[in-house]
């Protein structure tokens, strides 16, 4: 290794919370669709796509050439929150690809440019326009680590570095948490409608229609639709967290659409921009669009180009329905090919879980597992994340774009992992993945 890829400077100079990092401990260089290159000229694939910020993968070409053209006609690139020909277009374009076609009539408000802003200014509003400050999370929600989003956020490695208290959220379980037969709405239900339950009657409820972080737990679409109907029937705001699951991840533009739930607000985010460029949205019912003017501002609400890119991804790949039905068709293989896995190992007890491609392939009988099939795949040339509370879930991410060869090479590279690690034994054997030694 040359000096272009030690990580010496990092260690010496980076603070201490640098994460992703230590699960793959290369300095990466470039990119393109679903291949990282790092300052080696080692390959790798993608499965992870910034944590869904790259559904349209690396460097896709239509942007970069959009970017690039825009930037050498001296395009505005800074505006605040000023009218620009860029912001115009971008929403045009989601008028016409978004809106028009699912009847959808939203209010946009652009946030700064994190997820965890949008998610802010979705509570603030909620709240203010409701006049309650209740909100209601659910058990393994990821909403981003701001102090608002971050009391609505589940994981107790995040919410303990808090250093104040984080109020005004009452959690409660996500559909599926108390098992197959349980449904987790008539503890809802129940709590909103008896006076002695504790439950101050919340302003917003609050979800991801697929958890990310979470460990990929999918909320069923007559689950979604009796949440709908139990909020709507008392002024409850429904929000839609889809800055993981939305923009083509689960194969449709928003994970909520298949239940055919009409949320009041919804945040997006992290693939909104198409080019991995930062930028978010707050989807608002006119109704509850209650701001006044500057009431929430910030200085990075007009990030024209990602408005560039975020406007060629949806004039590229949301005026019919090609991109969506291969992103099914790669779906059906993905999830064959993980139950495959799963049967073939019965004793791992593994349960496959999700939509569209955002899967979960989860290990409960051993937690260190996921974690160390993810370093072993890195040593073979491939980037794949864990999530859930204990990281046991071993999280299929890829591109939307990716092929079915780099599919089906990826998913090659996990079953090979995943019996090297087992072979190995021991659950806290670390010779297989000296290169992430310094993982959590
Ligand atoms: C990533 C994420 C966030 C937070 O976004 P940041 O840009 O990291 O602040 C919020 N909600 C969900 C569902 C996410 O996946």
Redesign the pocket.
């Known amino acids: 290794m040359g000096d272009a890829s030690s990580l010496t400077t990092f260690e010496r100079r980076e603070s201490e919370v640098r994460g992703y990092i230590r699960a793959f401990p290369v300095v990466f260089d470039s990119a393109k669709g679903s291949t990282l290159v790092d300052a080696d000229g080692r390959e790798y694939l993608d499965f992870f796509a910034g ?2 910020t790259l559904n349209y993968g690396h460097n896709n070409p239509v942007f970069v050439r959009a970017l690039i053209e825009y930037l050498e006609r001296d395009g505005i690139i800074h505006g605040l929150d000023m009218a620009t020909s860029a912001k115009k277009a971008f929403i045009e374009a989601f008028e016409t690809h978004v809106l028009a076609p699912r009847g959808f009539d939203y209010k946009l408000q652009f946030t700064g440019p ?4 949008a ?1 802010e200014a979705a509570l603030k509003v909620a709240r203010r326009a409701t006049g309650r400050s209740n909100v209601v999370a659910f058990t393994n929600g ?4 701001s102090l608002g ?1 971050l009391a609505a956020t589940g994981n107790s490695h995040y919410r303990e570095f808090a250093g104040v208290s984080l109020g005004d959220v009452t959690r409660l379980p996500f559909d599926g948490y108390l098992g197959a037969g349980v449904d987790t709405l008539d503890l809802f239900e129940k709590m909103l409608d008896d006076p002695g339950s504790g439950l101050d009657l919340p302003a917003a409820v609050i979800l ?1 229609a697929v958890q ?2 979470g460990g990929i737990n999918v909320a069923s679409a007559p689950w979604l639709r009796r949440l709908r109907q139990i909020t709507a029937d008392r002024g409850i705001l429904l929000i839609l ?1 889809e ?3 939305g923009i083509g991840r689960t194969g449709s533009f928003f994970a909520f659409e298949e239940s055919g739930i009409v949320p009041d607000i919804v ?1 997006a ?2 693939s909104i921009s198409g080019s991995g460029l930062p930028m978010s949205l707050v989807l608002l019912r006119p109704e509850v669009d209650v701001w006044e003017p500057g009431a929430h501002t910030g200085t990075f609400r007009g990030n024209n180009l990602a408005f560039v890119s975020a406007r060629a991804a949806l004039e590229t790949y949301w005026t019919d329905t090609a991109f969506t039905d291969g992103v099914r068709a790669k779906s059906g293989l993905l999830r064959a090919e993980l139950q495959r896995l799963a049967d073939a190992r019965p004793d791992l007890g593994a349960v496959v879980r999700g939509r569209g491609l955002m899967y979960g392939f989860a290990v409960d009988s051993d937690r260190t597992l996921a974690r160390r099939v993810s370093a072993e795949a890195f040593r073979r040339g491939l980037v794949i994340e864990t999530s859930g509370a204990f990281d046991e879930v071993l999280k299929f991410l890829p591109a939307l774009t990716i092929t079915e060869d780099e599919l089906r090479r990826g998913l090659g590279i996990v079953e090979e992992s995943l019996d090297a690690v087992l072979a190995a034994g021991g659950s806290e054997d670390r010779t297989l993945v000296g290169a992430s030694e310094a993982t959590d």
């Open positions: 944590a869904g994190t997820g965890a802003n998610v990821f909403h981003g680590l989003a991801e990310g972080e967290d800055i993981q699951s945040t985010s992290k």
